[in-house]
């Protein structure tokens, strides 16, 4: 079985442009999760999807960043404009019911210049 | 209340010894305690999980020993090995918001051969 699969995996920018990281669930889980890891601030849930809606975006940082998921299989994250403190791993993940258990994609690795 | 402290933030154990990491909370809510496995450049993987109506779990080499009137659980290796070297997360949730995971902020596991 596929897992999550998360596009690209690794993204070099200069500040100010536009970025989107994407994401595409295992078939079949209906909840989808983005996290951003950081040394200094570890896994921290960005938003959660349920069923294609956003569910609880209250860990997105600002309104710089926004997050759709068209349909059941794919999603996308953007960040526009981009700045030096969004380089981190993101990651998406999705599972069958809302937490257990969730399933990581292998991250997109976001270095904004 | 949300944090989920963890400890040590690095380990370095001999091949065939045990390795030890702690976590602790706060929130009495919490009800479910995942244990999380990552790979440089992977994303986090379910380990073991547990509920706090058992004190241990048990899953081949790897226990959740779980403190409900202390607020503590911990994931112990043994006969650890040098393939197990990767970060460790713990992480909590509660029924109530049962997506939300709180993650510790990880630890380094070196197994030597």
């Known amino acids: 079985d596929a897992g999550v699969i998360q596009s690209p995996r690794h993204e070099v920018t200069e500040m100010g442009q536009e970025v989107t990281l994407r994401c595409k669930p295992i078939s079949g889980h209906n909840s989808l999760f983005w996290y951003r890891q950081t040394m200094m601030r570890g896994l921290e849930l960005l938003i959660y999807f349920n069923n294609n809606v956003p569910i609880d975006d209250s860990g997105m940082p600002e309104d710089r960043f926004s997050a759709k998921m068209p349909n059941a299989s794919f999603s996308t994250l953007k960040i526009q404009p981009s700045e030096p403190r969004d380089s981190a791993v993101y990651f998406c993940a999705s599972s069958p019911q809302s937490v257990r258990p969730q399933h990581f994609g292998d991250g997109t690795r976001l270095s904004i210049l | 209340q949300q944090q989920v402290k963890q400890s040590p933030q690095s380990l370095i154990v001999q091949k065939g010894g045990i390795s030890i990491i702690n976590c602790a909370y706060e929130n009495t809510a919490f009800d479910y305690f995942p244990w999380y496995q990552q790979f440089p450049g992977k994303g986090p993987a379910l380990l073991i999980a547990?509920?706090?109506?058992?004190s241990e779990k048990k899953e081949g080499r790897f226990t959740i020993s779980f403190n409900k009137s202390a607020k503590q659980f911990s994931l112990h290796i043994m006969d650890s090995q040098p393939g197990d070297s990767a970060t460790y997360f713990c992480a909590a949730t509660n029924g109530g918001s049962n997506y939300k995971l709180t993650f510790g902020k990880g630890t380094l596991l070196t197994v030597n051969p």
């Open positions: 547990i509920r706090p109506d058992v």
